[in-house]
């Protein structure tokens, strides 16, 4: 059983011939994908051999080996033109290294139509690369697991996106519009968290006037928000 994690993220991957799981580790969202019929084949790449020989072991204990295939290589650069891919998958890294995969990986994405992406953090900066190169963010969720609040993000590409504001790259367009109880509780929490980093930067010796500006800035935005 996929944790709630790996289980919002499945089920935003459209029904294609072909996904690839970037960073796949374990190659748990193929396997689920395949068995259930969503997905008829799949490529699960790995940066580092130990996580790919995980990703191996899990794949045959399932027999899907001919079916999942397995690479080694960094972010698409994986991918060849003939395997067709229709849809990435790139979950659990951070957003910065996810925008630099999807910068890194322009030619193999010109066939690819559809990312469902789940960065841990810096989730903005996705936000910003997809606008930026013609894909349109048409679903987002937002998932507590554990202690963790994460944010799952589904993009098409479309010849016309409309550029998005700076308040839907920093909160999400879709989430914005639905503002959840989970969305509300992340957002209440880094309130705290900028108002606690306010006060301190307030009763330092030399106060960072840049820095407060910052601070009080996203202070005004999370609050205009949460209203
Ligand atoms: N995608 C799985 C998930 O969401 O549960 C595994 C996440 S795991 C925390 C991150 C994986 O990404 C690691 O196994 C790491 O080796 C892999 N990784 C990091 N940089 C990568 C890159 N440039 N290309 C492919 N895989 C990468």
Redesign the pocket.
Known sequence: KL?R??QV?ADLIPKVSCAA??????A??PIHLVQNQQISTAIA????V??LTVSQKDIQAAQLQDVIATRL???L??LAPTDRVQAA?????GGQ?IS??LERGQKQLRSIECLVL?P?NDEPQVRRWLNQHHFAILEEEIVQDGHHIYEVIKAQKQSNVAKLTPMQILFGPILLQQKSAIFQKKWQHKLKQYQMMYNNLQQAKKPDCHKMHGVRQQIQQIEEILQ
Do not use: C
């Open positions: 944790s994690r790996l993220i799981d970037i960073g796949s580790d374990h748990y969202i790449t790995e940066v580092a130990g996580p290589g960094d972010g650069g994986a998958v790139i979950a659990g890294m290294l630099q995969i789940e841990n």
